[in-house]
């Protein structure tokens, strides 16, 4: 599970002294904490999938405080943030492109939005950004 390789890869932070990865992971830890909280309160358990979208929303929340230090010229932040955010997609699995998302779409027989949408939430989750599925659905139609 990729929570195991998480934990282990902050441990291994901490022993070699990475300030940088350490603050990284122990973010994402706590936010896989909380979501598998709220996932025993609902009788569910966390799954890898969970684990992307967390992730991926930790990725974008990255790229926006990277570009906050870069618009006040501060590069040493910016720079340790990039490598968070390298650090961070070695976790994601492969995303797909635009030509796998059509592939996928077009052999669905319900094409409509919410139909699509919830498909590729249950079975693709976190190898795709749900944006880029609409766009592609939009293109389609």
């Known amino acids: 599970m990729v929570y195991e390789d998480i934990k282990?890869?902050?441990?291994?932070?901490?022993?070699?002294?990475?300030?940088?990865?350490?603050?990284?992971?122990?973010?994402?830890l706590n936010k896989i904490m909380l979501e598998n909280i709220e996932k025993k309160a609902k009788g569910e358990e966390i799954k890898?999938?969970?684990?992307?979208?967390?992730v991926q929303k930790t990725i974008k929340?990255?790229?926006d405080e990277k570009l906050n230090y870069q618009k006040v010229g501060n590069n040493t932040e910016a720079e340790k943030i990039s490598r968070q955010i390298e650090i961070a997609k070695s976790y994601l699995p492969k995303q797909l492109t635009k030509d796998e998302i059509k592939e996928i779409i077009s052999n669905l027989t319900?094409?409509?939005?919410?139909?699509?949408?919830?498909?590729?939430?249950?079975?693709?989750?976190?190898?795709?950004?749900?944006?880029?599925?609409?766009?592609?659905?939009?293109?389609?139609?």
């Open 61 to 63: 929340e990255l790229d």
């Open 8 to 28: 282990k890869a902050n441990i291994q932070a901490m022993k070699e002294k990475d300030l940088v990865a350490r603050s990284f992971y122990s973010v994402l």
């Open 48 to 54: 890898d999938s969970d684990i992307f979208v967390i």
């Open 110 to 141: 319900d094409k409509s939005l919410p139909s699509v949408m919830k498909y590729f939430k249950q079975n693709y989750n976190g190898q795709c950004e749900m944006k880029l599925v609409q766009e592609v659905l939009k293109s389609l139609q």
